[in-house]
């Protein structure tokens, strides 16, 4: 069972190309990030896992899909070159992003399940997250307002569950 999980804002940005960076900081979605996949496999691309520092998130299996980077070069991350061979190697896991790789998942229609932190707000970016949760239910929606230390503004967010 695959499971996607992503922030974005009212136009559906998940980030920033120019710097390849989420353009807001909110420790509650964070800590919601955590709790979910915490000691659970996470699969990502090589513009995810560069955004991380080239580091995985600690105590979750880190699995990077690219091809471009080799195993030998880091530690403590599984390195694939297609995703058949994740799929092969792991049986469920959560999709962290980036744009593409959640792309690959929808289409593919491995996702079972999709969480998304909606941030009532407009951010500067230009990767969009696609309609992952199309043709899916709402199973939990809760509502929080949390303080974006990028620019020190407090905004609302939905945590939002969605399953086929």
Known sequence: MYKAIAA??????????????????????FAWLKEKTLG????????????????????????????TLNQSDYQNVLIYKDVQDIL???KEAFVIGGAQIYKLFAEMDLLDEVILTKIEG????DV??????KGMKIVDEQ????MNKKDNKEYNLKFVTYKK
Do not use: C
């Open 143 to 146: 509502e929080i307002v949390d």
């Open 40 to 67: 659970s496999p996470i699969i990502m691309g090589a513009t995810t896992f560069k955004s991380l520092g080239y580091k995985g998130l600690p105590k979750r299996t880190n699995i990077v899909l690219s091809k």
């Open 8 to 29: 974005m804002d009212k136009n559906r940005v998940i980030g920033n190309s120019q710097d390849d960076m989420i353009p807001w900081h909110f420790s509650k979605d």
């Open 122 to 125: 407009e951010f500067d970016g």
């Open 128 to 133: 969009k997250l696609p309609e992952l949760e």
């Open 88 to 90: 092969d190697n792991h």
